[in-house]
């Protein structure tokens, strides 16, 4: 029996900039179906139906387009935390609308993780520094990344008076630790087995929880 894909033909080269950018999409598929172990050089080569040696004029080992597609998919997340952000009810509170656009992005990323596990573990499987995070390669529509769009969730809460000032510095490392804890319970951990309808109860307790978090102070007791 043929094996699928043998007679695609090899291709030695692309028109400019092409070949990068095949091999990055192929790798989100391969990401999307195996998660960031199966981002391997030889297999987008193969999907794209050139020889392995061209691939090396763009990425100079796997880990160059782990990286990429890695970047490629926070992009991804990026964009379904804006597109959870359009499909808000508008409301005429600004209290109420900065809260509720938080608990967007806590949706989102709950949502993505479960959807897109594959991607959701690649997008941030390759280490990088904070500096890192704010990279435009990973942005979505708006051009912001999916650490500057949480940001700018919080400073949004700060400006209407939910979060008090002094809160806010360090609040979007607590808020997502809490988020991406969750996610990978959901994915990887003991929850991921648990009835949908008590994880959607957990999601919604964690995000009450991480706001009041955010605004009250821990009690301490000498």
Avoid at 146 to 162: H, K
Wanted: glycine share 8%; proline share 5%; charged share 25%.
């Amino acid at each position: 029996m043929a094996t699928v894909g043998a007679d695609r033909p090899k291709r030695e080269t692309y028109r400019h900039g092409d070949l990068r950018r095949a091999l990055v999409e192929a790798g989100i598929e391969l990401a999307r179906e195996g998660g960031p172990d199966a981002v391997v050089l030889r297999a987008a080569t193969r999907q794209v139906g050139v020889a392995p040696n061209a691939a090396y004029r763009h990425f100079a080992d796997r880990r160059a387009l782990q990286r990429a597609v890695c970047a490629a998919a926070q992009s991804e997340l990026a964009r379904a935390m804006e597109a959870e952000l359009d499909a808000l009810t508008p409301v005429g509170d600004a209290a109420t609308a900065a809260r509720d656009r938080l608990r967007a992005f806590g949706a989102a990323y709950l949502r993505f993780a479960r959807t897109e596990q594959g991607l959701f573990r690649t997008a941030f499987s390759v280490p990088t520094d904070m500096a890192g995070s704010t990279n435009p390669q990973l942005a979505g529509n708006t051009g912001n990344p999916p650490f500057q769009l949480l940001g700018r969730a919080l400073d949004e809460l700060v400006s209407v008076g939910v979060l008090p000032a002094d809160r806010r510095p360090g609040a979007e490392f607590v808020t997502w630790s809490a988020v991406h804890g969750l996610a990978v319970l959901l994915i990887d951990g003991p929850l991921r087995g648990v009835d949908r309808a008590v994880t959607d109860d957990i999601e919604e307790r964690l995000m009450e929880m991480v706001e009041h978090g955010l605004r009250n102070p821990i009690a301490r007791q000498d």
